[in-house]
DNA sequence: CTGAAAGCGCTTACAG
DNA sequence: CTGAAAGCGCTTACAG
């Protein structure tokens, strides 16, 4: 039996009262006689009355949710910038919205427009997104925060993970502990994250004047099963780099697997890095020694700079923060057993 | 500098036609002078206009987007099941909408509240929900499909794993390796999953005439950290066990750490298995078994079913699918090795 | 303490 | 091809 929606306007009626009257019970707002109050919630109960949110929405302009744009998710590293952002958002009474797995273009500017009407703010991580489609997608004023994008000027707050530093700082690492023939696993073509990576690891390579070697520099697309292949095509070099440095944990993790299955020692041949830190990498074996990143600390600090901009009505000066790194030495380069 | 949001009737006014007609512009629909269009899309985008959701959403009355409201998100567990939802809502042309770490009961009503009215239909995934809770918080009529929820009845679509005959299958494994003494680490208290996993386990403990026992069972909470410690307190007990079945992967890692941590090594001295078989389960060393379920089928298959209940305007019968699962035998048991 | 009415931003039959 | 007007479900000054 489908039953239209039950409505404030049919509440009101079979309580014998106004539509203002059931808003004002069910908002706990202005003087309501105690008894009207009664009756209204008891009649409210019986339909199975719930204010519509929309309709809410539209006339006090304000959602009291915050939307999180996500590309595709997949790995530990999204579970944990969602747990951030959830809870920095609800200690800040907003609902997290989050919207994920948007790769192409279309999609994202899709998903822009959907969300932007349903929240006060949006926190968007998109890797290859530029301040054009931003704009025309985008509500004038809308309150947001850039995740690890690579948009330049003045128009929005952003947060990035201090990429070239990490990764030049664990390039440097491996360098210190003997190795001359580093291989890396690139990530995603057109990431932001990916290309400073991989700027960090050739800036620590000319450091140590050791020549950046196209041979050393392998395709990858941050998924474990790319990190396995591309494993395997660094085994076949000749000679063979000494040591690997994935773009991230889920590539080492696959990497792993190919060194395994073929029988290298980690680290005594092959010495294995990654990047992120995500919660898994300790309990690998051998642990893994990776750049660490406060995952979600970037949730967190996201929704925070988000916050703020929603309170100010987005007239505030613009903030562009960088999140350091910090190296997680384990057994995996050579380090020593530590569950640090 | 503060503006106001920019609206359909700007864009009218400023290109000197009606309301109506700028709506059509934007929904492609009806016919329109390709002169008007024109000069309605350029007006709209020197305006940076983008239409309110809301406004439409109050409107058609219908949003096209579909809910997902899950508990405490960590761990790879959660991305995957988000992953499969997303990928099967895109494909039928709905934007999934996603909420999560709601643990609270109040917090799970607010957040179904909140997301009533945003969305067309909403998959729930809440441990302990009760039939009344949904009802009284929820519009009348709304397609839900329950995810992993202990709810009766014929109100609501549902979609469960196979816990217990998954339990009841890895445990009996074990007896068939030459356990006889297995301990177990529980997940949640009153996790309806938990439960059905621990009754399997005692299930296949009595179907081969070992007593349960109170000792073996260990408090846990499916997280990392509470595996890591029950392992600690399984290790002291005296006689030991020789086999440890965790409720989930994720205390299965930590269990794995602290038996490391001690020196213990598995298979030979206790055997060590899971219940979720998450991606990174082959990954670890040794490679981990676990019951295995297809967790973005859960997600694919969930928003199938609401897709259905949408279309059918919720007029339809309620199914109630039970995914089964297998086991993936692997080297922490003592099964040899492989990548499977 | 309560209600009539305007308004939030959109869509859509209807009439022209 | 286009517009005036009603309506979606709510909130909120304003008047009483």
Redesign the interface.
């Known amino acids: ?3 239209k ?2 409505t404030i306007k049919e509440v009101a009626k079979k309580a014998g009262v106004s539509t203002a009257t059931v808003s004002r019970v069910f908002n706990n707002i202005g003087p309501v006689d105690a008894g009207t109050r009664r009756r209204v919630q008891q009649i409210a ?1 019986r ?2 009355y ?9 006339s006090i302009k304000r ?3 915050i939307g999180l744009l996500l590309p ?5 590293f ?3 910038v ?2 951030g952002a ?2 920095t958002a ?1 200690q800040n009474r907003y ?7 948007h790769t192409h273009r279309d ?1 994202v500017e ?2 822009l ?6 929240v006060d703010g949006l926190v968007i991580m998109s890797p290859h997104l530029d301040a054009q489609t931003l ?8 309150p947001v925060v850039l995740l690890n994008c690579f948009v330049d000027g003045v128009s929005f707050d952003s947060l990035n993970i201090d990429n070239f530093g990490g990764a030049c700082a664990m390039a440097q690492h491996l360098v210190q502990h003997g190795h001359q023939r580093i291989a890396v696993i690139k990530g995603t073509e057109k990431n932001l994250d990916a290309e400073e990576r991989l700027r960090g690891y050739r800036q620590a390579l000319r450091e140590n004047r050791i020549a950046p070697c196209a041979a050393w520099e392998i395709a990858g697309n941050f998924s ?1 099963t790319s990190g396995y292949e591309a494993a395997k095509t660094i085994l076949a070099l000749r000679p063979r780099p000494t040591a690997i440095f994935a773009s991230n944990d889920s590539m080492a ?2 990497a ?2 190919a060194l ?2 073929i029988g290298v020692d980690i680290p005594r041949e092959i010495a294995l890095v990654g990047f992120d830190d995500i ?2 990498a ?5 642990a893994l020694s990776s750049v660490r990143v406060s995952i979600n600390g970037l949730g967190t600090i996201a929704i925070k700079q988000l916050v703020h901009a929603i309170r100010e ?3 505030h000066t613009k903030q562009h923060v960088i999140i350091p790194t910090s190296l997680a030495l384990r057994e995996s380069c050579g380090c020593p057993k530590t ?1 640090q």
Chains 1, 2 share one sequence.
């Open positions: 039996m489908l039953r929606r039950v109960k339909l199975h719930t204010p519509n949110a929309v309709g809410r929405s539209l959602t009291d949710a595709d998710i997949f790995g530990e999204f579970s944990e969602i747990r959830d809870q609800q609902h997290l919205l989050v919207s994920g797995s999609e899709a998903a427009r959907v969300m932007s009407g349903r704009k025309t997608n985008l509500p004038l004023n809308l474990e993790i696959g792993l697997s395994r299955e919660p898994v300790r309990f690998l074996s051998p009505k987005n007239n569950l």
